[in-house]
C-alpha cells in the first residue's frame, strides 16, 4: 500500500511540474505548441512518461488550461476577496489582473489571450476549457459592477455589456504590453474609471 501511495504522489507531483510548465509553454507558442516530446526535452523525462500521465495532447492541452486557470485565480481572483463588494473590489481586480499581464506572471504575457483565438472555432475540451474560463472572468466583472450599480455607488448600466469591454480592453492591453506600451496600465485605468462613475 505504501509503495502504491509514493507512486501516487510522485506521479501527481510530475503531473503538476508537466503541466506548470506546459502553460509557460503554451503562453509563448500556443497550446498546438505543446507535444509529449517538447515537454520532455525540457523538462528531462521521458516521453513515454509523459504520455502515460496525460494519454492524449488533448487532455495535455485541458491540463495546462485548468492549471493556468488555479494559478490565475490564486493570483488575480482570490488576493481581491477581502475588499469591499462593488467598485473597490472590481478596481483591485483590475490592478491584479494589470500585475499578472506587466510582471507577467507568464512568459507570455496573459494565457488566454494567447490562446482563445485559437480554439475560438474548434469545438472539443480545449475550446470549453478556455471559454469556460472566460466567461466565469466575465460574470465576476459583471457581478461587481451590477452590485454597485444595484446598491447605487455607480450609474446604473448594462453590466454585462460594460464586462465585455472591459475585458476587450485588457485583452487590448495585454498585446500593447507585449509591444513595449508602458502607458497600457493607466488607460486601462481610465476606461475602469469611466464606467464607476457616480450616479448624477
Known amino acids: ?63 495546462a488550461v485548468e492549471a493556468a ?34 510582471t507577467p506572471l507568464f512568459p507570455g504575457g496573459c494565457f488566454w489571450a494567447a490562446n482563445l483565438a485559437d480554439f475560438d472555432s474548434r469545438p472539443g475540451q480545449v475550446h470549453d476549457a478556455l471559454f469556460r474560463h472566460q466567461r466565469d472572468w466575465r460574470g465576476l466583472i459583471a457581478g461587481e459592477l451590477r452590485f454597485a450599480a444595484d446598491t447605487g455607488e455607480i450609474a446604473d448600466l448594462d453590466a454585462d455589456l460594460a464586462a465585455f469591454q472591459i475585458d476587450a480592453v485588457l485583452c487590448a492591453a495585454n498585446t500593447a504590453l507585449r509591444l513595449g506600451d508602458k502607458d497600457a496600465g493607466d488607460k486601462v485605468r481610465h476606461v475602469i474609471e469611466g464606467f464607476l462613475a457616480p450616479p448624477r
Open 1 to 63: 500500500m505504501a509503495v502504491s501511495d509514493q507512486r501516487l504522489l510522485r506521479g501527481a507531483r510530475a503531473r503538476r511540474t508537466i503541466t506548470r510548465h506546459a502553460v509557460d509553454v503554451a503562453s509563448l507558442e500556443g497550446l498546438n505548441g505543446l507535444s509529449f516530446g517538447r515537454l520532455a526535452a525540457d523538462l528531462g523525462l521521458s516521453k513515454s512518461g509523459i504520455q502515460t500521465l496525460f494519454a492524449t495532447k488533448e487532455n495535455l492541452q485541458v491540463a
Open 69 to 102: 486557470r488555479e494559478v490565475f485565480t490564486d493570483t488575480v481572483v482570490r488576493p481581491t476577496q477581502a475588499v469591499s463588494r462593488g467598485a473597490a473590489r472590481l478596481r483591485a481586480l483590475i490592478e491584479r489582473w494589470m500585475a499578472y499581464a506587466e
